[in-house]
DNA sequence: TTTTTTGCAAAAGGTTTGCAACACG
DNA sequence: CGTGTTGCAAACCTTTTGCAAAAAA
């Protein structure tokens, strides 16, 4: 999977980050989210299990919930078969329906979008999150 | 899965739609798009195979794909752990990350954020398609 | 009649669960 | 020491594939 990511690798203090999120400092759980930022790039179960064969993928899939529900990742819809995870900073992508690049983004102004939702429903009163991805085909495949 | 639509079901000639999109007329495609302009509702495999218990699951998961292909419908991503389609009108989701209620809502001008995002990005020129949907939690969860 | 579609059985792929051994705090 | 976490095996669930029979054009 061909990615441009929209920022640089950030620098996390791994076992400060844990503890923060009121999780256990362990080996598996600090080499997965060393592995995460270090490539800052949605990866699934079997992508982190391909870095690290010595930790059972049944771990790799505890950690990915126990890092999701802290907090600390957040699921990507990519339209792939299986469930991608990424740093939960706030930023989109670009899918290319064609070849499956992805383009990383970062402005995203949709406050108003989300107020004028808000204002609109009768069953919500604030808004936590939004996934926001964009499909289309890029200019290497347009032109192949 | 309780669901609040954004407008009412759409009256579809079956035949005519299916033909129009270079479909052969078969009773199970006609059964389950018949079910998707009932319902107007995001809805996985399973959930049709429960109302149309004579047709073969394997059959259903066919067809949507099928469906999905000519563009009758569109994968929803609601965070869930099956996947959802529902007939392709643009329109998006407000998701309870609570109690799972899904609030649909169809004004979603981000045209100007599209364009944007085009114009900043060096690997597309153009952009088909987006999903946008908002997580947040109900009214009714908060006051609980 | 030719080509596509269906149903059944079986397999595949991703993800979860049970449980004993182990490690963190 | 007590509780949370890991690894292994096995189960589970969703989705896909192969193939012969049935149906559409």
Known sequence: ?????????????????LKQKGLRVTTPREKILSVFSAECQPMNAESIHA??????????????????????????????????????HHHHHIVCTSCGVIEAFESCDIKKLTQKVVLQSSRFKTIQ?????FFG???I????
């Open 1 to 17: 999977m061909i990615y441009y990511p929209a920022m640089k690798s950030p620098t996390i203090d791994i076992k400060k980050e």
């Open 51 to 88: 870095q690290l064969k010595s930790i059972d993928l049944v771990t790799i899939y505890r950690t990915l919930t126990s890092f999701e529900k802290c907090g600390i990742l957040r699921k990507v819809d990519l339209h792939k078969d299986s469930t991608y995870y990424e740093l939960n």
């Open 129 to 133: 999150d939004h996934s926001l991805e």
């Open 137 to 139: 085909v890029c200019k």
């Open 141 to 144: 495949c347009l032109k192949g």
